[in-house]
């Protein structure tokens, strides 16, 4: 199985966090194909990056399914672009916000995202809702930028650990989940010293993934996801008219 890990920002060593994330959980027989988007933003901090994000993540969605992957992730707590991705793609596509809700809903009835930006705080609570986990789940920010996740001179983990401790007294949260691919190798580390599940998108992303391969199932091609309908772009847009994405 072949597994299409996309970072739709394009900064290399986040890239590579995420892909020890993915690798790390992935049964023996899963490949992790992990890729850099080549044109966006260095990082995603709110809807005007996310729209730039897009057309880069795409290029990267069409590539891997040309070559051979069987599901692909999107790895931003924003899902970012996954149902333009989804129509698009035949295979499975899974964005890591989606996938670590559900996989933190069969093990806590409360729990609380803590993401990066305030910035960011109001999307991620949209796609709480989207998901149907209103009730149950709670954002909070703590008002980190990514990059300096990256930064050992910065603060930025230790406001993490403040704004969780500050989820499991006040929230009462019974979990947390990182609200960033770039939080991703804190796992473990967090879990330790807070002694409650903490759960890592990217990986969950990739557990359910290998659960849609196995099963033999890929994307829905009526309704929602068909296939985008034949017409032509133009301008700086001409190369990502349907049918016509560069995928080599």
């Known amino acids: 199985m072949r597994i299409l890990v996309v970072n739709p920002n394009t900064t290399a060593s986040m ?41 880069g993540l795409l290029v990267e969605i069409a590539k891997g399914e040309t070559a051979g992957a069987d599901a692909a992730i999107i790895a931003c707590f924003d899902d970012t672009g996954l149902d333009a ?9 899974i964005g890591i916000c989606e996938a670590a809700l ?19 705080r109001l999307p991620l609570e ?11 789940c709670k954002v909070r920010a703590a008002d980190i930028p990514v990059l300096s996740l990256e930064d050992p001179n910065s603060n930025a983990r230790d406001r993490l650990r403040s704004e969780i401790a500050t989820a499991l007294r006040d929230d009462k ?14 796992t473990a580390e ?15 992303a990739v557990k359910q993934a290998e659960a849609l391969v196995s099963l033999g199932l890929s994307t829905a ?22 049918g016509k994405l560069i995928t080599s």
């Open 190 to 204: 967090l879990r330790a010293e807070f002694g409650v599940p903490v759960v890592d998108g990217v990986a969950a």
């Open 102 to 120: 559900a996989s933190t809903a069969f093990i806590a009835q409360r729990f609380t995202i803590v993401t990066t930006m305030e910035r960011s």
């Open 85 to 93: 991705a989804r129509a698009l793609a035949d295979i499975p596509v």
């Open 126 to 136: 949209h796609l709480v809702h989207r998901y149907g986990m209103a009730g149950r």
């Open 15 to 55: 890239t590579a966090t995420i892909a020890d994330s993915a690798t790390r959980v992935a049964n023996a027989g899963t490949e992790i194909l992990a890729v850099t988007s080549s044109m966006g933003p260095v990082s995603i901090e709110g809807y005007y990056d996310e729209a730039f994000a897009v057309p």
């Open 173 to 186: 949260a019974e979990a947390i989940v990182l609200g960033c691919a770039g939080m991703a190798d804190l």
């Open 221 to 242: 091609k009526r309704g929602a996801y068909a296939s985008p309908v034949s017409k032509p772009y133009k301008g700086l847009l001409e190369g990502f008219g349907p």
